[in-house]
């Protein structure tokens, strides 16, 4: 699967490269979408990015979002990170709107964890937020910001400009709250979260030399030294599923993406994802999707 750098995006899009394209200390830019024109139809290239994304879009579309198809209609606010493949299949002719791109080191310090800490970008977050006219204005109002501020020559233009990236992740969730924001109020909690964390460490599988090796309950229940009856107790109190149901659920998600996404053949996705055998990953596809992996492929 390639990943399009931030330097690929310029060569691509506009043949041109800017000056202050350096990812050790950071890369942000800014663009405003008049009429665009696109083919219909014309999905652009599968890839993961080394940059994060958020789109303010007026248009019908389709997103295709890692596994998922996502249907656009109206205003809608969109948010990409770099370590989730999507496309965006466009229904309409002409798009407007607005886009930024930037890369982590741009906001390097300004959260403990990093970006994956705001919801709107964590892995199995809600990408995309659909807006009323009000709430489109406010967002359009906030890239036209941006768009100023990059074009100024005041010294803190950038801090200003992360308050703006940081107000509108804010302000998507303000818009529609999204069901996994939950707060840790006890001893499980704080385990299914570290749980999940691991989990989706392991992820996404990018290379055939990568293979996802914490397969069970037991290995993860070591790795958090606690016992394998504790955790599984502990993830089944808190979220309703086991923890092998997760396991698998994470599994599935990424074989989905896999047998999509790249030209690997069974047998390699299987290995990667930790099946010893293909007839091992073809028994498990099947019972999570009544579809053999070669099925789904040619879907």
Known sequence: MTVETIEDFYKNKFDWMPDNVQ???????VFKMDNYTVPTGKQMTYSRRNYYKISLTRGEGILHYADRSIQLTGKSLMFFNPQVPYTFESLVEHRSGFFCIFTDEFFTGRFRGGLSDLPVFAMRGRPVYALNDEQENYVATLFMKMLDELNSDFDFKYEL??????????????????ENLYKHIDAKSRITSVFTELLERQFPIEALTQRFSMRSANDFAQLLS???????????????????????????REAKVLLKQTDWNISEIGYC????????????FKKQTQLTPTSFRNV
């Open 23 to 29: 990812q050790n200390i950071g890369h942000f830019n």
């Open 161 to 178: 400009i992360k308050n703006y990236i940081t107000e509108l992740a804010y302000y998507a969730l303000k818009t529609k709250p999204s």
């Open 226 to 252: 606690v016992h394998v009856n504790h955790l599984n107790r502990a993830i089944r109190e808190t979220t309703g599923k086991t923890t092998t149901d997760h396991i698998a659920e994470r599994l599935l």
């Open 273 to 284: 994802l930790g099946f010893e055998e293909p007839t091992h990953f073809n028994n498990f």
